[in-house]
């Protein structure tokens, strides 16, 4: 079966110039100037399916989004070949651009000043949509994001949350069968990200559209991705199951407590393994699994002030994939 | 085609519907844009109180071309000048990424993105000024035709202008000098062509075409065209929009749509 | 020590000015094509007429030398920066660090003028020597235009200030700051010399601040002005200096005043 998404050897490089701080580095700057080479994305593969949901995870800077944008078109490879519902991205033909949409997280598309069902009717256009299909479209993600109470506000009256579902709205209208989204929870609050999450399985279930999430949150795409990616410093350093990728890189969560009463060490240890210890407060580290169990075991035996569970950082897990330089 | 008209007319009535949201702007941009106007009559004015004529030119002459070059810098302001540093913001925040993402000709809505209906008022004010010294009964039928066809000429040479400046934002980040420099067009392109010294004109016809501008609308109104100088500003106008293709296209491979 | 933090900021302002050196060189043509655009009018004035106004050819090229020079000195553009701040909010920011908040803006606005000031006039000075000849200046007129030349910078930084301010009003005020400052620059004598006014409108222009930005200190400088006029001159000078401070003091406590009761 034909591939919906194909990448080989992927490069994007820029140019940055490097200058030294002062004013002798200004000055020297202003005659002549140093550039350097970031290498963004290196030779890269990887194939998607039609109707997958695929998770690319990484730190910042590891060129998630940079990868997302030439997916899309916005910017040109330096190097390798990219097919994406089998146009070439960069060539920006307007079936291609028909077919797909990018919703970034921190940019907006919508018109500031007017309410955001106006940006709609303009998307209506823009991607020739006849009245029928609008207006089904638009009831339906309405429906999903439960948004009929502010589609018709002014946007810069809409909390970032609502803005979110606008600009959602926004660029769903035209029912796009590749929908790329990049870091979509970020600033939002833990309601509103599962919010979205939960709308974002609905809508690939309902269309079979293909998905590519990028984030930091390993949260993120717990939920969402049976696959994901993980990039770092441009290199692609796992591309698999998410199950397996958690079980072998992030076995491990973070429990932070706060005691009422001081506690003694020994207590503490057969919960798990202690990585910070005061006589009032505590950090331990429990297998995945476990972690129900121990919290409520601690809840228990001793008087809790304040439980924080967190997952592994997305850094350690990327720092554990590289080092064992597994690249599937 | 269809779609893309549509599309202009959609943008326009946006534009409205956000200017109509802000009532006391129209007000102030209008006594803005007077300002302008009143500022370069009366210095005219006073001068012309200590000489009789100007270079061979009467008072009514020098106020003509003025408030054409009035009128080329509110065109210019409408299709260009509020559309290209949108643009500029635009590349240089990453915002652009949502009109290259659309599957229409950004090119082509361009002169329409933020189409300003604050200047609208004071371009039917300096119409209506500029109207006040003319002699209709010596313009003829084509000469009107001919002396609008220059004007969008001398518009259109200044949106490649800009559009190329604004290209340079692709490669260079903070790139405002093009609308600093723009401002202060107007004093220049205001002077007839006769007041430039042979070895200057050359310079402000090619390098920095404020002679083209509203010249040879003005040579049309009061027949006196210099053949040459239409030939000129034709084809300056042709060269400089090619130019302006080539480096949005050219840019747009180095755009590296800033997070 | 109270006084550092504000020469970094100059030096800060003027770092970030020489950064941006196709911004430089590109207002340094501006001038010079503005000037130009002066010389080329000028001269067709001056066709038929060897005098006019008591002005020659060659002495209102020097009126617009240095009234070039002054405006890369005193044309600031605090007005807009003072604007944005306003329609932003951001004027919470400059309220939560320990500075003042006029005191900061301006020594921002001096750092950024530094270099374009040195390179300019330079540039200025020596191309108008190669194509037109001696400007015709003493010294002791260079020393009394220095003077009064900071006094036009306080007056010009205070009064863009307050046309800033008007984005309390309206939410175009980049449009209101443009053609203000037009309008400012045309009282002060800065698109034709104040002698070419009619005398009503010049007695009317003699007490108001903006003669005193560029036309008067123009004249000090050729030498126009007799010993009692510049006395005179500096003394209006002074007191609208003192006025617009005031001014400028008002409108900030207001500002502040009314930031912290809608709270941007």
Known sequence: MKKIISVKNLTKNFKVYHKKQGLIGSLSAFFKRKYETVKAVQKINFEMNKGEIVGFIGPNGAGKTTTLKMLSGLLHPDDGEVSVLGFIPFKRKKDFLSQISLVMGQKSQLWWDLPAIESFNLNRMVYNLSKEDYKTSLA?????????????????????????????????????????????????????????????????????????????????????????????????????????????YAKLKTIKLVFLKEVKKENLQKYGKIIDFEPLKASLEVNREKVGEVASGILNEFSVDDLNISEMPIEEVVRRIFENGNNE | MRKNIDLIIQYIKLNLQTELTYRSNLIFTFISAMTYVFVFVLSLKFV???????????????????????????????????????????????????????????????????????????????????????????????????????????????????????????????????????????????????????????????????????????????????????????????????????????????????? | MYM??????????????????????????????????????????????????????????????????????????????????????KISNYMLKPVKIKTWLIFEEIGRLSIDVVIKTSIYVCLFLIFFGSIGVGLANVMLFILILLMSLIISLNLYFLVGCTAFITDNATGINYSLRRGILFLAGGLIPISFFPDFFQKIINVLPFKYMFDFPINVLTGKLGNMEIISGIGVQFIWVLVLWLMTELTLGFAIKHNQSVGI
């Open chain 3, 4 to 89: 550092l933090k504000y020469l970094e900021l100059i030096k800060v302002s003027f770092l970030n000015r020489i950064d941006y050196r196709q911004e430089l060189i590109m207002s340094f043509f501006v001038g010079i094509i503005i000037f130009a655009g002066q010389a080329v009018f000028w001269k067709a004035v001056f066709a038929e007429n060897k005098i006019v106004n008591g002005f020659s050819f060659k002495q209102i090229l020097v009126y617009y030398l240095f009234a070039r020079i002054i405006s890369e000195i005193i044309d600031s553009k605090l007005g807009f920066k003072i604007s944005d701040i306003i329609n932003d909010g």
């Open chain 2, 48 to 259: 012309f109180n200590y000489v009789p004529q100007i270079g061979g030119y009467n008072y009514d002459q020098l106020y003509v071309i003025l408030m054409l070059s009035q009128l080329w810098w509110y065109a210019n302001v409408l299709v260009a000048r509020k559309n290209f540093q949108y643009i500029a913001k635009a590349i240089n925040n990453g915002t652009l990424d949502y009109h290259l993402l659309k599957p229409y000709s950004f090119r082509i809505l361009t002169p329409f993105l933020k189409f300003d209906f604050r200047h609208l008022m004071p371009i039917i004010i300096t119409v209506f000024l500029l109207f006040i010294k003319l002699d209709f009964s010596s313009i003829g039928i084509l000469q009107w035709l001919g002396a609008i066809l220059f004007f969008m000429n001398g518009v259109l040479v200044a949106y490649s202008i800009t559009s190329i400046f604004t290209s340079f934002s692709f490669w260079v980040g903070r790139n405002n000098s093009i609308f600093d420099i723009s401002l202060e067009m107007p004093d220049l392109v205001r002077i007839p062509i006769e007041f430039f010294p042979f070895i200057v004109k050359g310079f402000f016809i090619f390098f920095v075409p404020v002679i083209i501008m509203v010249n040879p609308t003005f040579q049309i109104l009061y027949n006196n065209m210099d053949y040459i100088l239409l030939a000129e500003a034709l084809i300056i106008s042709l060269v400089l929009f090619f130019i302006s293709e080539f480096t949005w296209k050219y840019g747009l491979k180095n755009y590296t749509s800033a997070n």
């Open chain 1, 140 to 248: 339906s993600l309405v429906e999903m994001l439960d948004a009929k109470d502010i589609i018709h506000r002014q946007v810069r009256k809409l909390s970032l949350g609502q803005r979110m579902k606008c600009e959602l709205i926004a660029s769903l209208i035209h029912n796009p069968k590749i929908l790329f989204l990049d870091e979509p929870t970020i600033g939002l609050d833990v309601v509103i990200q599962k919010k979205l999450r939960k709308f974002i399985k609905e809508y690939n279930e309902k269309y079979n559209a293909t998905i590519i999430l990028t984030s930091h949150y390993i949260g993120d795409l717990e939920e969402l991705c049976k696959r994901v990616v993980v990039i770092n410093d441009g290199i692609l350093g796992y591309d698999g199951d998410f199950g397996s990728l958690i079980k072998k």
